[in-house]
Structure formats: structure tokens, C-alpha cells
């Protein structure tokens, strides 16, 4: 836990470093990382920026939060195709601020209002690139001025999610994109060698859920990682993975997240639905 600790105030200080604006709180939680009285565990962290209007959530709050299934609206605050190639599970997304540019995009209070029927006491929690994405920070102060009396931030966002262990779901279009712009990626169906041979989406490779076993390079994962079916030269390479449902493919995914890939995705749908989405796209021309 010392050693822990310590790499925990190592990370947070250079952070402070790149950041001098939240320098001050950082390094306070650097030198209580160091004493053990406070933040020993990094999913407890969070980052308070001066000004900041909203209260910023850990990652462990939010893992709660999300286990409990509580009366939230997780909101993932990027564009549209960014959260279909990866969102936190359960979050929702709504269309642009009409008139904005890219550099200053930022989501539509107006729709948000639809997606909590006009309960402006609901809480939210808000979402985007991490410590230094400004998107959710921008909502946050809109939908404020709008009226709503419980909004939360997790700013630590979509990378530090990942680096924690979490996975991402993928949508249809997200799918489709990656079928269109990265040949890299690993494609890697969960279900039984049987259904896996019967058929499955072009260039797949089967990595069987009743496979899995307990604890780190164990069972079907350590075979895949011998065998060439898993990235071992590079673990930021995105790794998607379907089955016949979302919890079969989850499975699979959050095994392969706790032994350090950190690109992993899982589609929700049924592996049908998976190849409907890619013939889709095979019949469209390649996006820019």
C-alpha cells in the first residue's frame, strides 16, 4: 500500500505540474497520500479546480452509484461519435449547442431537459476527456444557469475510468466506424467454439466467458495471450467484444481490463445486430 501511495503522490504532483491552476489542491492530497490518512485508495480521488461551481465525484463513488442502479442521468458531455465509440455504461448523450464551434462544443441544455422530463432536482453526473476536457465543466455552469440544483462531475472522465479498470460500451455507428477506420483493431467474441465456428464477424477471434477463471493470466485469458488472440506487444490497442448478449460480452471485457488493456469495449447488442451494423457500413463509403 506504501508503494501505492507513493506512486499515487508522484502522479498527482507532475499532474500539478502540467496544471499549475490546481497545483495547491494536488499537492494536499500528494503529501496525505504519503502520511496514509487520506487518499490511499486512487479511486477515491478527485480533482477540485478553483472556481469550480459543481462538486466533482471519485471513480469509486461512481462505481457505486452505478452498482446500486440509483435514479441518476449519467451524462457523457463529448460528440455524439466519440460517445458511440466508447461510454461509460448507462451513460446518455445528447446532440451540440447549436452555433458553437468544435473547440468550444458543448451539449444542448435544451435536450438534456427532455431526457429528465423538466425534473430539474434529478441528479446528474457529467463526463468527458478527462482533467483537462472542458466539455463537462461547460454544461455544468449551463445547466446551473438553467435551473437544476443537483449537478455533479466526474472530471476525472473517460481515460482515468479506463485506467481504473473500467470498460466502455460501443454503439452500432461507434462499430461501424472502427470497422471503416482502424484495421488495428481486435475484434473478440465471447460466446462457445461451437456458435463461434457456426459464424461470426469477419477477422473475430473466439475468447470463450466459460473460459474465464478467477485472478490475473489464469484460464482462457492467459491462453489468448500466449497464443496471439490478445495484444500483448501493445495494450492500448482497442479491443471490442461481443457475444450473444451485453453480459456475456461485459464479462469477457472487464476480465481483459483487469490485466492492463486499457482500449476495451463491449457491444451491448446480440451478435446479429452486430453484423447488421457492419453490413451498414460495408455498404457505405468510407467517412472522413
Not at 22 to 33: L, M
Not at 41 to 56: C, F, H, K, S, V
Request: glycine share 10%; aromatic share 4%.
Amino acid at each position: 500500500m506504501c508503494k501505492l501511495a507513493s506512486l499515487v503522490g508522484t502522479l498527482i504532483v507532475a499532474v500539478a505540474v502540467v496544471h499549475p491552476a490546481t497545483s495547491a489542491r494536488v499537492r494536499a492530497q500528494a503529501t496525505s497520500s504519503h502520511s496514509g490518512s487520506t487518499g490511499s485508495d486512487i479511486t477515491d480521488a478527485t480533482l477540485t479546480e478553483p472556481g469550480a461551481t459543481t462538486r466533482n465525484i471519485s471513480t469509486g463513488e461512481l462505481r457505486k452509484v452505478l452498482a446500486a442502479g440509483e435514479a441518476i442521468l449519467l451524462l457523457d458531455t463529448r460528440p455524439h461519435l466519440e460517445w458511440s465509440l466508447g461510454h461509460i455504461p448507462g451513460a446518455q448523450n445528447v446532440d451540440p449547442t447549436p452555433g458553437l464551434t468544435n473547440a468550444m462544443y458543448t451539449a444542448d441544455v435544451a435536450k438534456v431537459e427532455r431526457l429528465t422530463g423538466g425534473d430539474k432536482s434529478r441528479r446528474l453526473v457529467l463526463y468527458c476527456n478527462g482533467p483537462f476536457c472542458g466539455k463537462s465543466k461547460r454544461v455544468s455552469e449551463e445547466l446551473l444557469k438553467a435551473g437544476y440544483s443537483n449537478v455533479q462531475r466526474y472530471q476525472l472522465g473517460a481515460p482515468v475510468w479506463r485506467a481504473l479498470g473500467g470498460v466502455m460500451v460501443i454503439e452500432p455507428d461507434g462499430v461501424a466506424h472502427v470497422a471503416q477506420q482502424d484495421r488495428t483493431a481486435v475484434w473478440l467474441d465471447a460466446r462457445e467454439a461451437d456458435a463461434f465456428a457456426r459464424g461470426t464477424v469477419p477477422g473475430a477471434r473466439n475468447l470463450r466467458r466459460s473460459g474465464l477463471r478467477p485472478g490475473k493470466d489464469q484460464g482462457e485469458v492467459k491462453a489468448a495471450k500466449d497464443d496471439g488472440r490478445l495484444p500483448v506487444n501493445d495494450h492500448n490497442t482497442r479491443i471490442i467484444v461481443f457475444g450473444q448478449n451485453g453480459a456475456e460480452a461485459r464479462a469477457v471485457a472487464e476480465a481483459l481490463a483487469g490485466e492492463a488493456f486499457h482500449n476495451v469495449s463491449f457491444f451491448e447488442g446480440s451478435v446479429e445486430s452486430l453484423r447488421a451494423a457492419l453490413e451498414a457500413a460495408a455498404a457505405k463509403p468510407p467517412s472522413r
